[in-house]
């Protein structure tokens, strides 16, 4: 969908929640031929979970990000929910990230300054959702994922398992689409993995999307789909 028409395209990825065709990605000017991507194509459908693996630096993180808008492609093309979002102004993708994308990062990127509890109910606020109803889902999140007890507690008052369970429910707390998760457990020791993993189990056991990327063969073994990278192109798939 082009930023001065209200009607989506329609996706040739058929009825996938999220699709890329023919992704690249360069990020030196000078020198073109070198891809981070190389031709990616990949649908997800709804309520699947994928999970993302291959060696570092082989272009996982910046599918992710093309596939949240958090970047745009070289070339190719990405759809959510049928609409194109890679040639949309930044504008207008910032506001579909608050609404249909939750992020989860591995070093949890909470703001510091504020409690937990406010963490989880900004982009609530930011997204134009009322004062009442943010409290409202923010308190059904912290108990659903057992952060009741830390809601006044700032960021550095916890533990790096504690800091990502708040970072999902600040995910999830618009009800995204998809939720993206970077690495979730690449930060935390095996216990705290171990849960985090639990946490986005439930999660798609509840019918949400996930794309994951991890190097981490158990974290990956969790999805119900495998997909591997290598040199910037996806290598093959396993169910």
């Known amino acids: 969908m082009r930023d001065s028409s209200p009607v989506p395209v329609s996706s040739p990825a058929g009825s996938a929640l999220l699709a890329c065709e023919g992704l690249t990605k360069g990020y030196d000017p000078h020198h073109p031929e070198r891809l981070a991507l190389r031709g990616v194509d990949l649908a997800v459908e709804p309520g699947e979970m994928v999970a993302i693996m291959g060696p570092s630096g ?14 745009v492609p070289t070339s190719g093309a990405v759809y959510l929910e049928g609409e194109r979002i890679d040639d949309l102004s930044e504008a207008r993708r910032a506001i579909l990230r608050r609404r249909e994308v939750g992020y989860v990062f591995q070093f949890f990127n909470l703001v510091a ?3 937990v509890a406010d963490n989880v109910e900004l982009p609530m606020l930011l997204a134009g959702r009322s004062t009442d109803e943010a409290h409202h889902r923010r308190d059904e999140l ?37 939720l993206l998760a970077d690495e979730p457990t690449g930060n935390l020791d095996s216990a705290a ?21 991890t190097h981490d063969p158990g974290v990956g073994a969790s999805a119900g789909r495998l997909v591997r990278m290598e040199d910037g192109r ?3 798939e396993e169910r």
Do not use: F, M, W
Not at 166 to 176: H, K, S
Not at 193 to 213: D, F
């Open 142 to 178: 912290l108990t659903r994922l057992g952060l009741g007890p830390y809601a006044s507690r700032g960021p550095a008052e916890l533990s790096g398992g504690e800091q990502q369970r708040v970072a999902l429910a600040r995910a999830l707390a618009n009800e995204p689409a998809v």
């Open 234 to 236: 996806i290598v093959g």
């Open 193 to 213: 993995s171990g849960e985090v993993v639990s946490l986005l189990a439930e999660c798609h056991a509840a019918g949400q999307a996930i794309v994951l990327v």
């Open 113 to 115: 300054n504020l409690s």
């Open 58 to 71: 082989c272009g996982k993180s910046t599918l992710l990000h093309l596939l949240g808008g958090l970047d």
